[in-house]
């Protein structure tokens, strides 16, 4: 397993992130709230992107927040307050909560069977998981461009090199069932820009999308998985898109 | 050109948009609804999938509704009654309405802006255009399988052979922008089905989506597109999918 591309990890990583969970925190969050009181634990919150829209949305929960990377902590923790925040391993944690949520998580594992099974553990029952997850598969754009699809491509492989699957979210569904969860929903919650939606093609197109893609072209290039020519005609296609259609899928279920 | 393929035209056909019309009305009809003494066009009314859904929504408009096909209109006309159907071609029409609805009829012309452009001359300033397309490009399965995105591809490829653009959803943006209609709205409209929604798998997956692909097997393997076993094999993995997903678009435009 290869762990060198891992993203989320990296200092520009951090600040797109940011940029990434403000742009999309409505379209993901929404209809996510937990009740004042309830224990409520985000499994690997990374810089605290989507803590900070979690204890917004749950004033009145106890929410604790974990992640391995104790420099993602600190930043997580500098930007959101009133967070229990502590560093620890996934196939770490105990404890008993009420609600779990999991966002960019499953597609970074190797097997993210496992980490779910692990998690149910520590949900009371009639406790409730949230999982939201991309899927590059679900990434298509006008003008069509093959350069462009190749360096999407690519990003799929290198998630897969370093053991993880960029084209989870179609796979959450059976993923929950498996683990045993009950009343599983999943929503797609899709991301579409176009001219007409300015601050999408800024927030998403641009400065998400099209930024993750520029950030693993010295590594695939490095890999021999694209020449730095073809790596650059994709990304300057991806910035000349007009239309860019992009899913993301949230799912739930509860320990019965 | 080749026009041996226009899916919408062969028997088995009839009864499949119709189911398919069924199942998707609800996401596709949502927010068009048309005023009592309006004057609405429908463009391409087929069988009358559309017809009858636009009908019962828009009770008190005064609907017309053309197609180039006799046999169509017929079938259409036994379906929905209080309609004014009239045989006609969309380069032939004229006459002024309020608004105009136009599915799953632009994937099928050679010249779309054309069409577009010719449809804008019938509508009263400050009439409306609506237009809904899908986009095979946003077809996606789990699991995956190379012979039914093979299978998927053909169906791109025969619709190109024939003049049209399966993938036309992604462009409806800049095709009724170019076209000079203001206030451009374009929004995706997402299916997606697993087990937890054995109606959609059925409806939409199954009797919709797959059925669509099986229509074809027999062009696509004459034309040396694909073997008789793979596409068996592709058509068989489409039925096993656990998890689909198909993106509509629905872009509504006005004239100033």
Redesign the interface.
């Known amino acids: 397993m290869d762990t060198t591309y891992v993203h989320g990890y990296a200092a520009p990583e951090a600040r797109r992130l940011g940029d990434q969970a403000d742009t999309l925190a409505g379209l993901l969050h929404a209809g996510t709230a937990f009740p004042a009181g309830s224990r409520v634990l985000e499994v690997g919150c990374g810089v605290g992107a989507q803590t900070v829209h979690l204890a917004a949305r749950s004033p009145g929960a106890r929410l604790t927040a974990v992640d391995v990377s104790e420099a993602s902590l600190k930043e997580a923790a500098a930007r959101v307050t009133g967070v229990d925040f502590r560093h620890a391993d996934l196939f770490d944690l105990d404890g008993e909560y009420d609600h779990l949520f999991v966002c960019f998580v499953l597609e970074h594992l190797p097997e993210p069977e496992k980490a779910l099974a692990h998690l149910k553990t520590l949900l009371r029952p009639g406790g409730t998981i949230t999982v939201i997850e991309g ?1 590059h ?2 990434a ?3 003008p ?1 461009s093959e350069p462009a699809q190749a360096a999407i491509d690519c990003l799929v492989r290198l998630q897969a090199d370093a053991g993880g699957d960029a ?1 989870i979210g ?2 959450l ?2 993923l929950l ?1 498996g683990a045993g969860f009950a009343d ?5 919650r ?1 991301v ?1 820009a ?3 939606r300015p601050a999408l093609v800024t927030g998403f197109t641009r400065d998400t999308f099209t930024a993750m893609v520029e950030g693993v072209g010295e590594t695939a290039v490095a890999r021999g998985l694209a020449t730095a020519g073809s790596w650059a005609r994709g990304v300057a296609d991806l910035h000349r898109t ?2 860019f ?1 992009y ?1 993301f ?1 949230k799912a739930t279920g509860r320990t019965s």
């Open positions: 899927d598969g679900s298509f754009f006008h069509r084209l179609r796979r569904y059976p069932a599983v929903v999943v929503e797609p899709t579409y176009d001219a007409s007009e239309t259609h899913t899928f």
